[in-house]
C-alpha cells in the first residue's frame, strides 16, 4: 500500500478488465460514535496501525485499477482536503456537503455528475477488510452484470465481523439476490459498505438527504439488488474500541 496516498499502488495485473476506474468513497459523517476522536479531527483521518482510514481506502481503489475517486467531505472538510491534496494514485474530486449532510443517498446523489455514467465502486472509509484468497473488488467486478443488477453488495457474515454486534441486514439467496432481514430475525450478512453501483439506481431520488437504503429498498423490489460474499475479515471501524480489534486483526492476519 501507499503512504499518505502519495505514491502510485500497482495495478494487481489479473484485475478483471471491466473493473469500474470511477469510485466513490463517503467521507462526511460526523463520526459522533468515533468521539472523543473526533472532538479534533475527522473519522476518515483516525489511523489504524499506523495508516489513515481514508487512505486505506483509496489505497485499495488504487490497487484495483480505480483513477479517479470522488470523495464527500462536511465535517472538518479542510482538513480532509489539505491531506489529499497530493493524491494522484487515484486523483481525488470532492462532492461539498458543508451546506448540508445529505446522508449515504443523499451524498451519493449529489456526487453523480462527478462520477459519470458508468458503474462505480463504493466505499465507506470506516470499512475495513482482509481479502480471502481473491481480491473483494476484483471479485466485485467480476460478479458485476448491468444487465440484471443496479447495486451488488459485499456482504460479510455477522458472526465474523470486527467491530459488529447488530442483527445483521439481509439474507442472500443461491442465485445472489439480496433480501431484507425479516423482524425480529437475525440475518446472516451485513452490509459492509463496499459495493459496485449503477447510476441508474438513483434515477428516483428523493431532493435532500436520504439513506441508501432508500434506494437498495427499490432494487430489491425489481429484483436488481445482488450480494457477494466476503470471504476475508470484515472490520468495522466505527468507535474507539474497534480501532484496537481492527488492529488486532491486521496484526493476526497475512496483511
Known amino acids: 500500500m501507499t503512504v499518505n496516498g502519495t505514491a502510485p499502488a500497482a495495478r494487481r495485473d489479473e484485475a478483471p478488465k471491466t473493473a469500474p476506474t470511477t469510485a466513490m468513497v463517503l467521507a462526511a459523517g460526523l463520526g459522533t460514535r468515533m468521539r472523543p476522536i473526533t472532538d479534533t479531527i475527522p473519522k476518515p483521518l483516525v489511523e489504524i496501525a499506523g495508516l489513515p482510514l481514508i487512505d486505506r481506502a483509496l489505497d485499495r481503489l488504487s490497487e484495483a485499477g480505480v483513477m479517479r475517486a470522488v470523495v464527500n467531505v462536511h465535517y472538518l472538510a479542510d482538513r480532509i ?23 449515504t443517498g443523499g451524498g451519493v446523489a449529489k456526487a453523480l455528475p462527478l462520477l459519470g455514467s458508468d458503474p462505480f465502486f463504493l466505499l465507506n472509509t470506516d470499512s475495513m477488510w482482509v481479502d480471502g484468497a481473491r481480491p473483494l473488488l476484483d471479485r466485485l467486478a467480476e460478479r458485476w452484470d448491468g444487465e440484471r443488477m443496479d447495486a451488488l453488495l459485499a456482504v460479510a457474515p455477522t458472526v465474523a465481523s470486527s467491530g459488529y454486534s447488530g442483527t445483521g441486514d439481509f439474507l442472500l439467496d443461491p442465485d445472489g439476490r439480496l433480501s431484507r432481514r425479516p423482524e425480529r430475525i437475525t440475518a446472516p450478512f451485513v452490509y459492509t459498505g463496499i459495493a459496485i453501483l449503477s447510476p441508474a439506481l438513483f434515477k428516483t431520488v428523493p431532493d435532500g438527504a436520504f439513506s441508501l437504503n432508500v434506494v437498495f429498498d ?38
Open 81 to 103: 482536503e489539505a491531506h489529499l491534496a497530493n493524491r494522484t494514485a487515484p486523483k481525488v474530486a470532492f462532492s461539498d456537503e458543508r451546506d448540508g449532510l445529505l446522508e
Open 218 to 255: 427499490e432494487a430489491i423490489a425489481a429484483e436488481r439488488l445482488f450480494g457477494i460474499r466476503l470471504d476475508g475479515i470484515w472490520m468495522h471501524v466505527g468507535t474507539p474500541p474497534a480501532i484496537a480489534e481492527a488492529e488486532a486483526a491486521l496484526a493476526g492476519s497475512a496483511l
